[in-house]
């Protein structure tokens, strides 16, 4: 749960184009889990072919188009109408992990605040990075484990 990357981009940039920046990084990743507003045929066959696993699920209202660059999505539509639900998609890949990605920025948000505080845009940069050490220092201590007694 470290971070890897960062990227502050203006308001001219959409999440989607910063994402697709982030994974082309020289960085090994294995797969990319956002949620359904990342969601693209064109982007998540990109990086099917190119080995990273999109986590990412598709519209409600997808539909198989059974064309060569429309495989993943057929797929992924083709396996949540089988199961009949969403959630099966979600256990399977693994998305659930997406909801401890949501609780670092909430725990970054409460514990340093919402906003940077720098101007120029390198040193809104450089305030990324730090913050992501930070992040990085707090990983280090460890998660706490509960067991339940019975």
């Not at 990342?38 to 539909?63: C, F, K, M, N």
């Not at 990324?128 to 201590?141: E, Q, V």
């Amino acid at each position: 749960m470290n971070v890897h990357a960062v990227q502050v981009t203006d308001t001219s940039v959409s999440d989607s184009e910063a994402l697709d920046a982030l994974v082309s990084v020289d960085m090994p990743v294995d797969r990319v889990i956002a949620d359904g507003a990342y969601y693209s045929i064109e982007r998540t066959q990109a990086w099917v072919d190119s080995g990273v696993l999109p986590v990412i699920p598709p519209p409600a209202h997808a539909v198989i188009h059974g064309e060569s660059h429309t495989r993943w999505h057929d797929r992924i539509v083709g396996y949540i109408n089988e199961k009949g639900s969403v959630y099966a998609f979600h256990k399977k890949y693994g998305y659930g992990l997406r909801s401890l990605v949501e609780a670092q920025i909430s725990r970054i948000k409460r514990c340093i605040g919402e906003r940077l505080l720098t101007r120029r845009p390198e040193s809104q940069q450089q305030e990324g990075i730090a913050i992501a050490n930070l992040l990085n220092r707090w990983n280090a201590f460890g998660r706490s484990v509960s067991v339940k007694i019975v």
